[in-house]
């Protein structure tokens, strides 16, 4: 007779797809500063792929002087670096855009905490000796398959400016949480680039080729770009930093409590500095409280709880309004910018209580 | 290294509260006939109650001309029977309210399909005799705690009008689907009411109590009732049976499909009797097309599975709607009709698909 303790008190990742597998961190109920392993969110565009003698090599060449293959142990065998960072999903929360955008209706996790271990990227170009003229570092995965929108097989490919992969926290990592990479998150080789939106982070890394122009692929240019008019693809924007951003974790949206003392709690994050302020609002706006940050300076790429002690004696409904602002000034807008595929909501955070 | 194989392909719950436990079937990635027990939806009103020797005990007493307790063991050696039946929460897709109603946010989810097997709740009441004047009969759950809106600690109960308790298959369950059932849905001795909302087969089963007056658990007077206005309590009408509903399980809701042939596929169910037709709508309701059931005419407590296959040709923007209708005649309303505490949500089900 199982006891019941061991299964509840669990929460478990929310299924949106199975095929590929597309999986949310229940991330309203996780108060870890870092994300279990096993809670960390999924998102894949093919299914799985297949893990091969050749899944261990790592080429780097293009416009380079010195193409070189490294091998997983090589790399494991090189000065390593630890990156603890907020990984989000560039379509995190794409639920609440109104009017509703196409794609996987994300609601608030797809967006997990951990730390990742692995060599500089900057290591691995210094020794293959990027050329002069070199524009783009354009990483490719061993996922692949169809796409809805064009003919033919892709693999799964971004490409990051060379400015941004030579930055000393992008990483090629081995490690997640101090152990080997799960399968399900890049084994055995993951990009990994600190305040960028997920997609940057490339999983089951196959190859890197650097180039003198600009890269074309279609995760690059017709993927994870702002579109802002429905109509059409003007004033197109790509897809780069994390924006600032936050959640209420508990009290969960629509939930009825007693009268007495609550304790609000939350997440903030930005991937444009740290979080400065986390503010709510109990009249949709007009004044705002600060909450109580507890905040790891030393950790410029994690994200940040937050908690307000909440005395409420009048019963009603009440409507908790929620915004951060982080180190570069930037603030939660009480409306988030609308973009036909849905990325980087970020509007200003609501919950409806009701007290009884 | 393990195989992603292993847990990937399979869904899990949908957390929606921890303490007590509230978590969805994960419906749109289920097309299993019976519902696998770990997947039945869990919902809860308090935390999950202790096991002792006395949960094996079922006394049953008040207006009747024998009291008895039965024991667990006692009740397996009498002649069982077997039910196959959709278990649903009346709280189903409260989510999609307009004016939202507080309380859990249920989606798709709250809704199981198991077989439960047990012995008559008849043969037991013909046991104890019940006497002339008798109402309703009592269901006195272990699980117990305090609510928000009054005083004091209260156990779960609900009570049924005596006709519809002498039902032959009204069960006092204690297996689900060839096994023990599991702790988190009632473990040892569970009502089973079919054809009713899940409020009504009440868990972890302590005493029955046949009365001569109507019962006013607030699990009863209070929660479990259809309010229709906001302001007001009037024209309130308990929860009882399922209403017709019906979702569209696949294609998901936004998802982004290329032209050809697609399945649409889903489930329909009613309290009221057998679903005699499901109908898809591609044109806003304008006109209907009927999608092919998988009935089993044995199975009178059963859902049942729908499929259509969808050629589509041109690009752009689909809104597909789904309704169903039962042997009783009723067929889910374009509109819900709202009440406050958002029960029976049984509107015409809706997604919206994109051709690309």
Chains 1, 2 share one sequence.
């Not at 994300?106 to 524009?135: F, N, P, Q, R, Y």
């Not at 982080?326 to 007290?355: C, L, M, R, T």
Request: glycine content about 6%.
């Amino acid at each position: 007779m199982k006891s019941f303790h061991s299964d509840t008190m669990k929460p478990t990742l929310k299924t949106l797809k199975l095929i590929p597998e597309n999986k949310e961190t229940p991330i309203h109920f996780l108060r870890n500063w870092i994300t279990p392993s096993e809670y960390f969110y999924r998102r894949n565009h093919f299914k799985y792929p297949e893990i091969t003698p050749q899944s261990f090599l790592l080429p780097i060449y293009g416009h380079v002087e010195a193409p070189l293959v490294f091998h997983h142990s090589y790399l494991k065998s090189m000065p390593s670096k630890k990156i603890t960072m907020v990984l989000e999903c560039s379509g995190n929360k794409r639920t609440y855009f109104e009017p509703k955008a196409y794609g996987e209706q994300w609601e608030d996790g797809a967006i997990s905490h951990g730390i990742w271990k692995g060599v500089t990227l900057k290591s691995l170009l210094d020794m293959v000796v990027v050329k002069h003229g070199a524009k783009e570092i354009v990483f490719i995965g061993h996922d692949k398959g169809t796409r809805t929108d064009m003919e033919g097989i892709f693999h799964y490919a971004r490409s990051l400016p060379i400015d941004v992969a030579l930055q000393p926290d992008v990483l090629i990592a081995y490690e997640l949480n101090g152990s080997t990479i799960p399968y399900e998150h890049g084994y055995p080789l993951r990009l990994i680039v600190p305040q960028w939106y997920g997609m940057a982070s490339v999983k089951w890394l196959k190859e890197i080729q650097i180039i003198d122009h600009p890269f074309k692929g279609p995760f690059q240019t017709v993927d994870y770009v702002y579109y802002p008019h429905k109509a059409n693809d003007l004033d197109a924007r790509p897809v780069t930093n994390i924006k600032i951003n936050s959640i209420i974790q508990q009290p969960l949206d629509y939930s009825i409590l007693d009268t007495g003392t609550h304790e609000i709690c939350g997440i903030a994050w930005s991937g444009h500095g740290s979080i400065t302020t986390v503010e709510l609002s109990f009249d949709n706006g007009s004044t705002w409280i600060k909450a109580k940050l507890s905040v790891d300076p030393k950790q410029k790429y994690s994200w940040t709880f937050w908690r307000y002690l909440w005395n409420v004696q009048k019963k009603g409904e009440y409507t908790i309004l929620c915004r951060a602002e982080d180190s570069s000034g930037n603030v939660q807008p009480f409306e988030a910018e609308w973009n036909k595929k849905g990325y980087g909501f970020n509007a200003v955070y609501k919950v409806h209580i009701k007290i009884e």
